[in-house]
């Protein structure tokens, strides 16, 4: 876990060296622009293999699931959710690079190394060409990613039904055993516990009550990209609901997400003018928590509790705490040279404390994480941190990672990086390129965390780029 996306930013080696001679044919087959790319010789050349972990994968339309004028069953419209989205990760893919090879090819028209000298009305011919047909490349990415979006939100829904129904089952199940002999009771629970899901497991184990004292903190609840003037982003911190929206003069503020009438929680409501609508009654907040409007009734002097708020370099933060604010938030962003590529958020059921030890122990890595970015990765006999400066921050022995902890629960580090699955270097300072991760775990409740990720590189800028690139970071981040 403690490097997240470090295989995301190693699976996509673009190719950054100056490419070859081509001559490109377009053709369309099914309503899609299809490119075959010929070298000097008129050989085929082989465009996806510098990026083959990310778009070699199976064509899933002869996979369909036969079932048109049938009735599905939960489980059979599962299978048809998944391949949905299975086909739109395919044609998302296939989109991206679609883009990328005209990205080359208008380098390629610029190279001002090209062998063969071009005017400048060639040049704008061509450069007009390529405009229209990234033009519609980017017209496709959108379609695809709507596709995307619908498909994501169809398997959810599957997924709760399909969860619901194995619940039901297990209760069933239950019930039986009680009339059933005690070997026979002991079989059939062993299979019930077969079929728990994952998300099930209890991975939290013991969990010690909050200290009081480590509310009194500044604590990074979203980022600043994901809080628009009139949307709102729920959030639970110490078992309490949150909310946070934007004010009128753009501030962002956090008050309880519960409305004072009949509670509510408001952030099924909209933000109308700076103030939070409660979709019930209609009843209006403002950032500090002050009930300005109560339609239909005489309006009475009502207020709902509110958290100190501010935003700072990119994101949102609350002082949850009983004692005053600091006057000073700790600074979060990259070391100069480094461009931020992804901000995720994800929602984890695990305790923020045994979360901190996960992305604090890298010795558990070549274990755990084969599958992602610790593929390859030997077991060394010694696994060491070296703390020179405090306590708090330091260095990994025989890792080129640098690592610090932040309290009250802020994880960074710098990962020395060369290709895929691949580890450079003794130190992070014997490394050309560089990996910067920021972790933010905020203890909603004692099994559940808010992780918002942060991942910079000190290369490869044109990946800020490319379309879909957000979803492929999350892709990654989950598998890890």
């Not at 946070?244 to 309880?256: A, E, M, N, S, T």
């Not at 060369?418 to 972790?439: D, F, I």
């Amino acid at each position: 876990m403690t490097a997240i996306a470090t295989a995301a930013a190693l699976s996509l080696p673009i190719s950054l060296y100056r490419p070859a001679k081509i001559n490109t044919k377009k053709s369309v087959r099914g309503g899609f622009r299809v490119f075959a790319l010929f070298g000097e010789e008129g050989g085929l050349v082989d465009k996806k293999s510098a990026w083959s972990t990310l778009f070699d994968v199976e064509d899933p339309r002869s996979k369909v699931p036969q079932c048109k004028g049938k009735f599905l069953d939960v489980n059979q419209a599962l299978e048809v959710a998944r391949y949905d989205i299975q086909y739109c990760d395919w044609r998302a893919r296939q989109d991206v690079l679609t883009i990328m090879l005209l990205h080359e090819k208008v380098v390629e028209v610029l190279n001002p190394l090209a062998r063969d000298y071009k005017s400048i009305g060639t040049m704008k011919k061509e450069l007009a060409e390529l405009q229209e047909d990234l033009a519609q490349a980017h017209r496709q990415v959108h379609i695809s990613e709507a596709r995307v979006a619908t498909a994501l939100d169809k398997l959810a829904y599957m997924e709760a039904l399909v969860n619901d129904r194995l619940l039901q089952d297990r209760h069933t199940s239950g019930t039986d055993q009680t009339c059933a002999s005690p070997s026979t009771s002991k079989q059939s629970l062993d299979i019930v516990k077969g079929k728990l899901p994952r998300k099930s497991l209890n991975v939290s184990g013991p969990v010690q009550p909050y200290n009081t004292r480590l509310k009194n903190f500044w604590f990074p609840v979203a980022f600043s990209t994901d809080l628009k003037d009139d949307t709102m982003v729920p959030f639970d911190c110490f078992e309490e609901p949150w909310v946070i929206f934007r004010g009128k003069d753009g501030i962002p503020g956090c008050v309880q997400n519960t409305c004072a009438h009949r509670a509510c929680p408001l952030h099924l409501g909209s933000v109308n003018e700076g103030r939070i609508q409660c979709p019930y009654h209609g009843w209006e907040y403002s950032t500090d928590g002050k009930c300005e409007k109560m339609p239909s009734t005489q309006l009475r002097n009502v207020k709902i509790k509110s958290l100190p708020c501010f935003e700072q370099e990119g994101m949102i933060w609350i002082w949850p705490g009983d004692e005053p604010p600091t006057a000073t938030i700790p600074c979060l962003l990259p070391p100069s040279g480094f461009e931020i590529h992804a901000e995720i958020v994800m929602e984890l059921p695990i305790e923020h404390g045994l979360l901190l030890d996960n992305l604090l122990d890298l010795a558990h890595a070549p274990f755990t994480h084969t599958s992602t970015f610790a593929k390859g990765w030997s077991v060394p006999s010694l696994v060491k941190f070296l703390t020179p400066a405090s306590g708090l921050q330091g260095y990994w022995d025989p890792y080129p990672i640098d690592m610090e902890f932040r309290p009250p629960c802020m994880v960074l580090s710098t990962i020395g990086i060369s290709k895929p699955g691949k580890l450079e270097g003794q130190n992070t300072r014997q490394c050309a390129t560089h990996l910067h991760q920021l972790h933010v775990c905020l203890p909603s409740s004692r099994k559940k965390t808010r992780l918002l990720y942060r991942m910079s590189l000190d290369f490869a800028s044109v990946l800020k780029h490319v379309p879909f690139m957000q979803y492929l970071w999350r892709h990654f981040a989950e598998q890890v």
